[in-house]
């Protein structure tokens, strides 16, 4: 089935710095998503990404799908202590919602 | 606005028993996703709904798995009976109609474990 890879798999910065992670995945995607997960909570949408090569901002966020269609990048500029959590990509293939998730990119942040 | 709103947000229970967790959609989505949680498997879509009728149920791990919607606003995941291995955070999303990929909308989940 289908699978999605996310790199790094955690991360330790310092605040201020600048982060990047991806997703990539053996098949091609219609839709890209990030989410963030906080301890005890559900995911929660960031970015969502809908054509090929799309570049999007959300305030600190900025997140691109991938040309090929199979991978799709977060950035978040300037870190602060409250960016700690899980980030997920997910990707549909368009056939009604259907959403695959990645493995995960657990950020923590140093004061 | 009112999220997703799950029921109970903690469960614990003996192998052997039923489990009947609850959701709450967001009001006007007609999308409804059940998914679970665990260290080991990640997110995984168990199944979902469109307009209250179940329409892929291909992720429900075995029969022990029941999930009905009977109406706009309610939805129940049941497992009966319960075991170890069940142990998960199990998550409901909601998202709207339109155009194809609406976003969907998480539940704080239900952290369950079987005893």
């Known amino acids: 089935g289908q699978q999605l890879n996310q790199s790094p798999q955690s991360m330790f910065i310092q605040e201020g710095e600048d982060v990047s992670m991806n997703c990539t995945s053996s098949s091609i995607f219609n839709t890209w998503l990030w989410y963030k997960q906080d301890p005890g909570e559900g995911p929660v949408l960031l970015i969502a990404l809908y054509k090929a090569g799309e570049l999007t901002s959300n305030g600190r966020l900025t997140a691109q799908f991938g040309i090929t269609r199979k991978d799709s990048f977060l950035n978040i500029s300037a870190s602060i202590p409250s960016d700690v959590g899980i980030y997920f990509c997910a990707g549909d293939t368009g056939g009604g919602n259907k959403l695959t998730f990645g493995t995960g990119t657990q950020l923590k942040v140093e004061l | 606005d009112a999220g997703v709103i799950q029921s109970p947000r903690h469960e614990v229970t003996e192998m052997g028993q039923e489990v009947t967790l609850r959701c709450k959609p967001i009001s006007g989505h007609d999308y409804l996703f059940w998914y679970r949680q665990t260290m080991m498997r990640g997110l995984e879509l168990l199944i979902y709904f469109n307009n209250n009728v179940p329409i892929d149920d291909s992720g429900m791990p075995e029969d022990r798995f029941s999930a009905k919607m009977p109406n706009a606003s309610f939805s129940t995941l049941k497992i009966q009976p319960s075991e170890p291995r069940d142990s998960a955070v199990y998550f409901c999303?909601?998202?709207?109609?339109?155009?194809?990929?609406?976003?969907?909308?998480f539940g704080d989940g239900t952290r369950l474990s079987i005893l």
């Open positions: 999303a909601s998202s709207p109609l339109g155009t194809d990929n609406q976003p969907q909308h």
